[in-house]
């Protein structure tokens, strides 16, 4: 998968010399990525939609939202491509573009498929969730979220996850290595015989002690 973020007024990266994308450059950006043969399906991402998306996102963070508008958000264009080998060649093509701001290329979701919902526990002083600056989740808090996890109804698998896994799956996401290991919190997957039960799963573990947040899998790696 990947991401190219188009330029906006006042953008300071050398590429975009803090001028907007033209018409003209968002033309023939989104004409070269339909005439590949590597990309499988390109889409335009509006800044109306990736506010929507990144409100979504960070729904339980109301200081975040409070300080992000609409026109904060750029526009892109989002694709996915056939084959994984293929990240590196799109990246470095269109990172040169006129009108293009930075390029981010994902090597697919590891959890994807495999489960519903990622439950993330506390990492040292995080602020986030129910985490308050606490030195990462107890033993105890993960004893509870386990044993809660036990009662709900359409629990198939709970997987755990920890810190060098999780450091594992972002450089596959990320297609770079991750620099701290230790730096990853643990976090907690679970799948259910019914993904559409998903939020109340989501509402019933986010107010426990020790996480820091949840969501659906679809909504991050």
């Known amino acids: 998968m990947f991401d190219i973020f188009l330029c906006m007024d006042g953008n300071t990266l050398n590429s975009c010399r803090k001028r907007a994308i033209t018409p003209k450059q968002k033309r023939t950006i989104e004409a070269r990525l339909r005439a590949m043969p590597k990309v499988a399906e390109v889409r335009f991402e509006s800044r109306k939609e990736a506010y929507a998306n990144f409100r979504k996102q960070n729904a339980d963070n109301k200081i975040l939202l409070s300080a992000i508008q609409v026109e904060d958000m750029p526009e892109s264009f989002k694709g996915r491509l056939y084959r994984r080998a293929d990240i590196v060649p799109i990246r470095s093509t269109f990172e040169k573009m006129a009108g293009v701001s930075n390029v981010f290329t994902l090597g697919g979701s590891f959890w994807k498929g495999k489960a519903d919902v990622e439950i993330a526990l506390c990492g040292p002083a995080e602020a986030s969730g129910t985490c308050d600056g606490h030195d990462?989740?107890?033993?105890?808090?993960?004893?509870?979220?386990?044993?809660?996890?036990?009662?709900?109804?359409?629990?198939?698998?709970?997987?755990?996850?920890?810190?060098?896994?999780?450091?594992?799956?972002?450089?596959?996401?990320?297609?770079?290595?991750?620099?701290?290991?230790?730096?990853?919190?643990?976090?907690?997957?679970?799948?259910?015989?019914?993904?559409?039960?998903?939020?109340?799963?989501?509402?019933?573990?986010?107010?426990?002690?020790?996480?820091?947040?949840?969501?659906?899998?679809?909504?991050?790696?």
């Open 136 to 221: 990462g989740a107890a033993p105890w808090d993960k004893e509870r979220i386990e044993a809660r996890l036990g009662t709900v109804e359409g629990v198939e698998k709970v997987y755990f996850e920890d810190s060098e896994h999780a450091a594992k799956v972002f450089s596959f996401w990320w297609m770079r290595k991750a620099s701290d290991p230790q730096g990853f919190s643990e976090s907690y997957y679970v799948k259910l015989a019914d993904p559409g039960d998903a939020q109340v799963l989501i509402d019933t573990v986010k107010v426990m002690s020790g996480v820091s947040s949840a969501r659906t899998v679809g909504e991050g790696w």
